[in-house]
């Protein structure tokens, strides 16, 4: 009766909200409330992300991937090496971005018809939580219009508009449309202006010019990631108490509330950890610093294939109640797409088990039959040891499908990682690296069974004498 109770007390707190947390029979110890702290970081940590992400994304006055709430930005360009808001971007399409906002009233999202372009456009919940993907795979290249509700909307939609709802009243979409490099910008760019949205309210209204203002108090010039790394335990878990407000857990993570609720963070209430007791406050404040790093290190623990490479898995985009893989992700590749849209196969070492450097020569060599098999495209993105692109003499951040590489006699293909330019003859087929440690992606857009299901793997990369 008493767990009947205290899931009845939660439930109300979500639908209704701030509730008073059940009173403990037993005080938290410091060791319980560091052994919940653990948890409770690796639970919070997409969504402070998240939130420090959109607080830099939607401050008007900046470009790119910037715009004010329920307003779609336009990448007119790939990323360069200046490019810092999100953890290894792509330099395979243009991104179309929108932080939408539905808590008070539905969003009209119109898509365009991209004529049997490549292009998926997902929806992110705050939890980074990929809850819906339009597109090729999905709905086709055609366009159209759909509505984004809240999770406690109800009303009506104009006849005929399909109904997403989102499990958080914030969120993110990621468009991306396929862009065959920068002589592809024109056409892609025309593609985008067919993106628009508006609020049920405004449907079929001229709308005004939105206003634009700018917080000087957001910090513009520090990556998210590296703000939430820097933040003090006090402020991380304050942040994420009022951004889970309007943002509530998923239906699946009751035993984490019920956890939480122990130490005092209960949805709907604030959370200011030096008014807690000094045991809870000592518990957290050695529990974040062990459960960032914990998140940061996770892919060492990630299996390797036979030839170096790491598996991240099918558990993208989509987690469950893998709180430990969702946050990786966040940290090492905000807003990563499902597998069944894309896969990101990273290798951090050579074939010999080695870290890669830019001190050292590689070739990937694939053979005529063991291409990476996808069905729209596929690239090899290279990124420094912050996981950003690097500036390079060609401004080339990946290779590719797409681009003119040059082919062996057999139909085999050798890609050359390196940093000096290999010369003339190789040049096409050259992926520049730095000159310190670096890591890489091997994208596959629409992958193929065997690559899913893990029957295909990328071949070792050979380390040149």
Same mark, same amino acid.
Request: proline share 8%.
């Given at each position: ?79 360069? #090496? ?79 508009? %399909? ?33 628009? #949205? ?48 309007? $943002? ?9 509330? /019920? %956890?939480?609720? %122990? ?42 294939? =036979? $030839? ?59 053979? =005529? ?22 500036? $390079? ?10 681009? =003119? ?22 040049? #096409? ?11 890489? $992606? ?21 380390? /040149?004498?």
């Amino acid at each position: 009766m008493k767990m009947l109770l205290a899931l009845a007390a939660m439930a109300a707190a979500l639908l209704t909200g701030p509730v008073k947390a059940a009173p403990e029979t037993a005080p938290v110890t410091e060791e319980d409330a560091y052994a919940i702290g653990l948890e409770a970081y690796t639970y919070a940590y997409p969504m402070v992300l998240m939130e420090v992400t959109r607080r830099v994304s939607t401050n008007a006055g900046g470009d790119r991937m910037r715009a004010p709430m329920n307003q779609f930005a336009h990448m007119k360009a790939y990323p360069d #090496a200046s490019f810092k808001d999100v953890v290894r971007p792509n330099a395979d399409t243009l991104y179309s971005t929108l932080w939408f906002d539905v808590g008070k009233e539905p969003l009209l999202l119109t898509l365009p018809d991209t004529r049997g372009r490549y292009h998926v456009v997902p929806i992110m919940d705050m939890w980074t939580e990929v809850f819906a993907a339009l597109g090729t795979r999905t709905t086709g290249n055609g366009g159209g219009t759909v509505a984004l509700v809240g999770p406690r909307w109800a009303g009506k939609l104009p006849k005929g508009v %399909r109904m997403l709802r989102s499990p958080t009243e914030q969120g993110w979409i990621i468009g991306r449309i396929q862009t065959n490099g920068a002589a592809d910008y024109d056409h892609v760019h025309a593609l985008q202006a067919g993106f628009a #949205a508006a609020p049920l309210s405004q449907s079929g209204k001229s709308r005004p010019a939105q206003e634009v203002s700018f917080d000087p108090g957001v910090d513009m010039k520090t990556p998210p990631a590296d703000q939430v790394a820097r933040m003090t335990p006090a402020a991380f878990f304050a942040l994420f108490a009022e951004t889970l407000k309007r $943002n509530p857990p998923h239906a699946s993570d009751y035993a984490m509330l /019920l %956890r939480m609720e %122990r130490i005092g963070l209960v949805p709907g209430q604030s959370f200011d950890l030096a008014a807690a007791d000094p045991a809870v406050e000592r518990g957290l404040t050695r529990a974040a610093a062990d459960a960032y790093r914990r998140i940061a290190e996770r892919r060492r623990g990630l299996s390797l294939t =036979k $030839n170096g490479w790491v598996a991240l898995g099918n558990a993208l985009g989509v987690y469950g109640n893998d709180y430990l893989q969702r946050a990786f992700i966040g940290f090492a590749g905000l807003g990563a797409l499902p597998p069944e849209e894309a896969i990101y196969p990273m290798v951090p070492l050579d074939g010999e088990g080695k870290l890669l450097t830019g001190a050292a020569r590689y070739v990937l060599h694939f053979d =005529k039959e063991n291409l990476p098999p996808a069905d729209a495209f596929w690239s090899l993105t290279m990124y420094g040891a912050d996981q950003f692109f690097v500036a $390079n003499p060609i401004d080339r951040f990946a290779i590719g499908d797409r681009d =003119k590489l040059h082919f062996n006699a057999d139909g085999s293909l050798d890609l050359f990682i390196q940093n000096e330019n290999p010369g003339a003859e190789r040049e #096409a087929n050259w992926l520049p690296a730095p000159d310190g440690p670096f890591t890489m $992606n091997l994208r596959l857009y629409l992958p193929r069974r065997e690559a899913l299901d893990g029957r295909w793997t990328p071949p070792p990369l050979r380390r /040149l004498p």
